[in-house]
């Protein structure tokens, strides 16, 4: 187990992170650009500092950069010295984006040093205040490598999720992951956002808003979300929402032209052909058995097994996982 780790940011996601593995007996130190949430922190039992260099300092295995990805290249620019002189430190992320995170650090200087990873969990909230540990109760998280990740720092990573907070994994290269955040969290920002905004600017709107129940409140939990951040995230994987939204737009046209013409096959055909995802969510996941990690060719090998809907939920050795399969 790793068993001392630097948090960067002590808002919802950071926050909740120092917390979690706080209680499951990791040494956590943490650095935020305000103080505010210390006394809070530091009351729970986790040590904050003043500066970065303090936080490279204390000697953390693990690095989690949990700052909004605006503030990453000044961060990672402060890093770089800091780094440089503790290579044993391995650097990660939380961010919904890993292409990108994977450009600033390696501007930066800090590749080496490097391993991506997007914990999936998170809510509308925002801060300190909203941190809970419970957050990341059965939370899947994807770990981004490329060519020149170690297979060490890769390890210390995924022990981290799996034996430090208790998670499960998948392994994925930084393309493969945005475009599926892509299409299952930022597009759907966007279009629970205009779901909204369609509200917002219906004359009835005080009665339709006064009718939403269950399914209205479930497709646009995430509209709640502050509007900046959510611009944020969305903006950072333009390319691929972009590709999305447009395919969208296209189904949704075709729906409307079959209402229009009272195409009852098609309509037919649009509700029904989701029936594997439905399945899939009535489905529960099963034992997967083990998987030998190669030496050789460990990226790929770790790729195709998410692709089989595999994900690593233990380490019997260096080598060797235990995963759980849950898959269309």
């Not at 990805?69 to 391995?90: C, F, G, R, V, W």
């Not at 709640?224 to 611009?231: E, F, G, M």
């Not at 969510?281 to 060719?297: F, M, R, T, V, Y």
Request: charge should be negative.
């Amino acid at each position: 187990m790793v068993e001392q780790v630097g948090i960067i940011g002590l808002g919802l996601i950071g926050g909740s992170l120092a917390r979690r593995l706080n209680e499951r007996g990791i040494d956590v130190t943490a650095w935020n650009h305000r103080p505010h949430p210390y006394a809070a922190a530091c009351a729970e039992g986790i040590r904050c500092v003043d500066t970065l260099r303090e936080l490279v300092a204390a000697g953390p295995q693990v690095l989690v950069l949990c700052n909004p990805l605006k503030a990453m290249p000044a961060i990672l620019d402060e890093l770089q010295p800091l780094l440089a002189a503790h290579p044993e430190i391995t650097l990660t992320d939380v961010g919904s984006v890993k292409g990108m995170v994977r450009e600033q650090v390696e501007q930066a200087g800090l590749g080496e040093w490097y391993v991506g990873a997007h914990p999936m969990a998170g809510n509308e909230l925002s801060g300190w205040t909203a941190a809970d540990p419970s957050l990341y109760d059965g939370a899947l998280w994807a770990i981004t490598v490329d060519a020149n990740t170690a297979y060490e720092r890769f390890l210390a990573v995924a022990e981290l999720i799996v034996e430090d907070c208790g998670n499960r994994l998948i392994v994925l290269d930084d393309a493969t992951h945005d475009r599926a955040a892509g299409l299952i969290s930022h597009m759907p920002h966007v279009v629970a956002t205009s779901l909204i905004n369609e509200l917002v600017g219906n004359r009835d709107r005080n009665i339709a808003a006064a009718l939403a129940a269950g399914s209205w409140r479930d497709m646009t939990r995430v509209a709640l979300t502050d509007p900046n951040r959510t611009r944020a995230m969305v903006e950072e994987d333009r390319v691929n929402v972009e590709h999305l939204l447009r395919s969208m737009a296209e189904r949704l046209t075709a729906v409307a032209d079959e209402l229009r013409d009272g195409d009852a096959d098609a309509l037919g055909d649009f509700f029904t052909e989701g029936q594997p995802f439905r399945d899939y969510k009535a489905a529960k996941g099963q034992d997967g058995g083990e998987l030998a990690i190669p030496e050789h060719g460990w990226r790929q090998a770790l790729l195709e097994s998410a692709r089989r809907g595999e994900a690593i939920i233990g380490f019997i050795d260096e080598h060797t996982v235990r995963l759980r399969v849950h898959a269309m």
